[in-house]
């Protein structure tokens, strides 16, 4: 594993600026010294991209953190799209309307495809959100042991088998409960909510018919909002469990953004690390 870049953004965590969500949180390392506190520091994490020959230094994002934004922003944008074009009888009762037809039925189709946009955006990355955080979750050296139901026969996967094989569904209400030591959520009232989130995600990734489009008038239900927000749904449990066990997980996407967030590393000697350069004048070559 390469050298990380990291930048000292403070010493107390009460201090920090809590900024974008969309970016990974910094550790708080302590040193301790017969229990107490001898010495800390916020390590955020950087990264770089070249740009034209030119060095672009930036914040690690949390990719988490990134898909719950995307789809937040969407569903904002489609509850007042909806508001505005389809709650009024009046804008959209064509049995009642006298003027050009055709016309009124080719702004209400567009309307009706921006608004299909925006909601399926907002459900395909929801459902993102919620398999980057449980494959996210997952311990590198975790096992699921578990015997097949179709033939009987015990079998064993390890993190990257799970990721690929084990579906969301069962991540969510088995290995993420015993991996944190928490309930199955599957008694919620979310968990409905989840499922219906599922469906219509796999009705427009998998989508058995392209000239099937009844699945569209779903988006119209009264509960469509609800279920686009489940997402942060999920991840706010498993967040409120564990933090009664005093856990974090180091790559959770900001979520609450309260200091209580912050992932704690204890260091038991000195930290390895090489100061190569500082806020004001920036990283310096080596020798200079």
């Not at 302590?30 to 230094?57: A, H």
């Not at 064993?156 to 094989?165: C, G, H, L, P, Q």
Request: net charge positive; proline share 3%; charged share 30%.
């Amino acid at each position: 594993m390469g050298k990380k870049l990291n930048l000292i953004v403070g010493i107390d965590p009460n201090k920090y600026e809590i900024g974008d969500p969309r970016l990974r949180k910094p550790i708080w390392h302590q040193k301790k010294l017969d229990g107490k506190i001898v010495g800390s520091g916020l390590f955020q994490e950087l990264d770089e991209i070249k740009i034209d020959k030119k060095k672009l230094i930036y914040f690690q994002p949390n990719n988490i953190g990134v898909l719950l934004s995307i789809s937040k922003k969407h569903l904002e944008m489609a509850k007042d799209y909806f508001a505005e074009h389809f709650k009024n009888p009046a804008t959209i009762n064509f049995e009642h309307y006298d003027g050009d037809r055709k016309k009124f039925i080719s702004e209400r189709s567009k309307e009706v495809c921006d608004y299909i946009e925006m909601i399926e955006t907002t459900i395909v990355f929801s459902y993102s959100a919620i398999e980057a955080f449980a494959n996210i979750s997952i311990p590198n050296d975790f096992i699921y042991n578990f015997k097949n139901s179709r033939n009987g026969i015990e079998e064993s996967y390890d993190k990257e088998a799970i990721e690929r094989w084990i579906t969301l569904k069962e991540k969510i209400s088995v290995l993420l409960p015993n991996i944190f030591n928490v309930k199955k959520p599957t008694q919620k009232k979310w968990w409905g909510d989840f499922i219906k989130l599922e469906n219509y995600r796999h009705n427009i990734i998998h989508q058995k018919s392209i000239d099937g489009t009844e699945f569209y008038k779903k988006y119209f239900l009264i509960d469509i909002f609800r279920i686009c927000d489940t997402a942060e749904t999920i991840i706010k449990y498993f967040y409120d469990e564990t933090a009664k066990q005093n856990k974090t997980h180091i790559m959770w996407p900001w979520l609450k953004k309260e200091i209580s967030e912050i992932p704690i590393s204890f260091v038991s000697g000195n930290i390895n690390a090489e100061v190569v350069g500082n806020l004001y004048e920036g990283i310096k070559k080596k020798g200079v």
